[in-house]
Nanobody, 116 residues
Framework: QVHLVESGGGLVQPGGSLRLSCAAS????????MYWYRQAPGKQRELVAS???????YVVPSVKGRFTISRDGAKNTVHLQMNNLKSEDTAVYYC??????????WGQGIQVTVSS
């Protein structure tokens, strides 16, 4: 079993920055990849970024150049650096972890609000 805890969300003005973190604990020996998803009100949950155990990183085109996903040296915490935030980035952001090839786990979600 894996437990994920997100942190770093909050309220920011357009053009501002936030850094989300997701700490994984439990049975993470076979952690393969971690992901950030987001879900805005009335919309489906969508992938934002991913990073593998080999540090292959990906961000979706809509946030490319603004968001960066990374993993710390301990490889149990993933970060999402969000710069030049826009109102359309407002959503609940969820961390997800893939263990091996079959098991994934979700964090509780954290609110990001971009507003003047």
């Amino acid at each position: 079993q894996v437990h994920l805890v997100e942190s770093g969300g909050g309220l920011v003005q357009p053009g501002g920055s936030l850094r989300l973190s997701c700490a994984a604990s439990g049975n993470i020996f076979r952690l393969y990849a971690m992901y950030w998803y987001r879900q805005a009100p009335g919309k489906q949950r969508e992938l934002v970024a991913s990073i593998t155990r080999d540090d292959m990183a990906y961000v979706v085109p809509s946030v490319k150049g603004r968001f960066t996903i990374s993993r710390d040296g301990a490889k149990n915490t993933v970060h999402l650096q969000m710069n030049n935030l826009k109102s359309e980035d407002t959503a609940v952001y969820y961390c997800n972890a893939l263990i091996g090839t079959d098991d994934n786990f979700w964090g509780q979600g954290i609110q990001v609000t971009v507003s003047s």
